[in-house]
């Protein structure tokens, strides 16, 4: 049998297999635009993210108040993020607020300093949409946005109480020990930095400032005046323990003591804390002592109020020490400051003295946390919260415990109820050598940037 064939049936066939072929061809060359392009802007906006964050973080590391310099930096960061956009738009939202009021998942004590940064690039599409190919449109906008804080404030004023009592005579002669040296040199570079951080600082209410109590079995006031009977300097030692009815401190002599573990009101000591009145007594120091050392008040020029020089005049004594002395006189010192973050920085060798009544107001009557609850109910000029922290720093190299007997040693057992920072504990306490000051004032002050965070 013979087929014959419609031409005009074929010719038809044909067309319409032409229509289905470039139908086809439209649609995988839409499908392959938008692949190739969604990609493309997927990874434009993964890009201009990172932009964003990098720029929300150059924000709070420069803290410019300035927005028409601000919005040109962000700019050029994300332009350098965005080699082939057409167009960078930009907004930055500088904000202070206070716990509870920033809108972000974070908390602290004090408050922060935010940056939004919303960041808009436009593009040229490679393959524009057209009426019969599926695509973008011929110019995209992608839009990323950040925000990143950091304390408001890296300021902080900061009273160092330090062992001073614990060298010895040899030949007749005051030995400074290491450890006394130590300690000097991280005063004096805190010191310093905190000079070099007030000099930058406009604001005088914001500057910091630094105190010094050094103390064996007592804290000293300065008395420069000499007296017309003896011809001799007047001091002042202190004594900030209370004690009970029919007790009395034996004063007989520069630096005597009379008194024991049972002859202490402690309650009362507590209750007086931060009061100064009635706790130091005067006297010639006719003897010439070697125990030459007082409290430096709060200063923020250390450097031009001697601070340095005045440690190196200093003259440890050979008596046992008494830590709660220097702890209650730092109290006294940093409830007289004026920022809201304040430190105390116990600066210690591990040795010990009067050790059954310092057990007792740290073990019986908190005496750390009744310091911090009594100076952190006062308030700044402002109305802010005070915030005081205690922190131990050792210097010394011998070590002060070994794992065996950690549980057992002097500094976990009296100090560990106090300190307010395991990163001192840790860090410090358990290494050889003593943080440089430098270092502490870092760590301590600045936050040289802040941390991207997720709004709520």
């Known amino acids: 049998m013979k087929i014959q064939y419609n031409s005009s049936y074929i010719k038809r066939q044909q067309g319409n297999a032409s229509i289905l072929f470039a139908l086809v061809i439209l649609g995988l060359f839409s499908l392959f635009t938008l692949g190739v392009e969604g990609g493309r802007y997927l990874r434009t906006e993964s890009r201009l993210n990172d932009a964003a964050e990098i720029a929300s973080l150059v924000m709070t590391a420069t803290n410019n108040e300035d ?29 202070e607020c206070e716990d509870g009021e920033c ?92 000079q070099t951080a007030n000099e930058a600082e406009a604001e005088i209410a914001n500057h910091q400032q630094i105190a010094v109590v050094p103390f064996n079995e007592r804290t ?87 601070l340095s020089g005045k440690l190196d005049n200093f003259e440890p004594g050979s008596h046992e020490t008494a830590p709660y002395e220097g702890l209650i006189r730092a109290a006294q010192i940093i409830s007289e400051a004026t920022l809201a973050r304040r430190y105390i920085i116990m600066l210690t060798d591990g040795r010990r003295g009067y050790e059954e009544i310092f057990i007792k107001l740290i073990e019986d009557y908190n005496l750390c946390d009744n310091i911090r609850s009594q100076v952190n109910h006062l308030t700044t000029s402002d109305g802010s919260s005070v915030d005081l922290k205690i922190i131990l720093l050792k210097v010394g190299d011998e070590a002060l415990f070994d ?35 430098k270092e502490l004032y870092q760590r301590l002050m600045r936050e040289e940037i802040g941390h991207v965070v997720t709004q709520e």
């Open 67 to 95: 927005q028409d310099e601000n919005e040109a930096a962000v700019r050029d960061i994300i332009a350098a993020y965005m080699p082939d956009d057409i167009g960078v738009q930009s907004n930055v939202i500088r904000n």
């Open 103 to 194: 809108g972000i998942n974070v908390s602290s004590n004090g408050g922060f300093i935010s940056y939004q940064v919303t960041a808009t690039s436009r593009h040229n599409s490679w393959f524009p949409k057209t009426a019969d190919i599926a695509g973008f449109d011929a110019q995209v906008d992608i839009s990323a946005s950040a925000t990143a804080l950091k304390l408001n404030s890296g300021k902080a004023d900061v009273v160092f109480a330090f062992n001073i009592g614990q060298n010895i005579l040899v030949d007749g002669v005051m030995n400074n020990s290491d450890e006394f040296q130590q300690a000097k040199d991280i005063i004096k570079q805190f010191s310093a930095m905190v």
């Open 220 to 306: 000293r006031d300065e008395e420069d005046a000499l007296t017309e009977e003896s011809g001799y300097n007047r001091i002042c030692d202190r004594e900030e323990l209370i004690l009970l009815p029919g007790n009395v401190f034996d004063h007989s002599g520069p630096g005597k003591v009379g008194y024991y573990v049972n002859s202490v009101d402690y309650a009362t000591t507590i209750d007086r804390l931060l009061e100064t009145e009635n706790k130091k007594y005067c006297y010639d120091d006719n003897s010439l002592s070697s125990r030459r050392f007082f409290t430096i008040a709060l200063t923020s020029t250390p450097q031009a109020d001697g």
């Open 403 to 437: 794992g065996e007997n950690y549980s057992e040693s002097h500094l976990v057992r009296y100090y560990s109820q106090c300190v307010d920072s395991e990163i001192f504990m840790t860090e410090t306490v358990m290494n050889d050598a003593p943080m440089p000051g």
